[in-house]
């Protein structure tokens, strides 16, 4: 079956540029969530949607990062003024129920 | 101090060995305790939850000891396959869906 579709699968963008990523959840899943994963360390939450609702995004490192749910499905990740810190892989995770989450294959972004 | 400890290894192992990893977590409001596993360039993937009173899956058991907020992985019998990184993750606490994760434990299991 489907599971959690990522894309772009690769970004390189020069600094200073912004970037999109988007998220297609498993169909039916109410909960989406997003995590960044710098080389060689664990993935580290950055924000969680109940449908379109944005019940948590305590993990976004700064107002450079948004994301948003609008119809509560597909979900797109933006980062404005790219640095070079925000070069990591974006993983993407949703659930139906509280647990478990189950992941995408990640996008890897460079800033140059 | 990271919420979530872990030996980051590597392990190297022979096959037929027996491996264990261990981990500690800071917030003693955590409810719900898992393994992932994530392979080179993959995403994590459930390996298995990890209960109280401890639980076995094949070849992997897991057990949780909530007093040390300490929790633990055994692999019996490794084969090649089982090479990856293994990720210790909790959850947040009451309310809170966020996974926080260590920053994983090599495995190299060697012909």
């Known amino acids: 079956g489907a599971g959690v579709s990522q894309s772009p699968r690769y970004k390189v963008a020069k600094r200073g540029q912004d970037v999109a990523l988007r998220c297609d959840p498993i169909?039916?899943?109410?909960?989406l969530f997003w995590y960044q994963q710098a080389l060689g360390q664990g993935p580290e939450f950055l924000t969680y949607?109940?449908?379109?609702?944005?019940?948590?995004k305590s993990g976004l490192p700064s107002d450079r990062f948004f994301a948003e749910r609008p119809e509560g499905s597909v979900s797109t990740l933006k980062i404005q003024r790219t640095q070079q810190e925000d070069s990591a892989v974006y993983l993407c995770?949703?659930?139906?129920?509280?647990?478990?989450?189950?992941f995408g294959d990640g996008t890897r972004l460079s800033i140059l | 101090r990271k919420e979530v400890e872990q030996d980051p290894g590597p392990f190297n192992v022979p096959e037929g060995a027996t491996v264990a990893f261990n981990c500690t977590y800071s917030?003693?409001?955590?409810?719900?305790f898992f393994w992932y596993r994530q392979d080179c360039r993959k995403e994590p993937k459930l390996l298995m939850s990890?209960?109280?009173s401890g639980n076995e899956d094949g070849r992997f058991t897991a057990q949780l000891n909530r007093a040390s907020q300490y929790i633990s992985l055994l692999i019996r019998d490794s084969k090649l396959s089982d090479s990856a990184t293994y990720l210790c993750?909790?959850?947040?606490?009451?309310?809170?869906?966020?996974?926080?994760f260590g920053s994983g434990t090599r495995l190299q299991v060697q012909p």
């Open positions: 949607f109940q449908n379109e609702a944005q019940l948590d």
């Open positions: 917030n003693s409001a955590s409810q719900s």
């Open positions: 993750v909790v959850n947040g606490g009451t309310g809170r869906r966020a996974l926080t």
């Open positions: 169909s039916g899943h109410v909960s």
């Open positions: 995770a949703s659930s139906l129920a509280e647990w478990p989450q189950h």
């Open positions: 990890v209960y109280s």
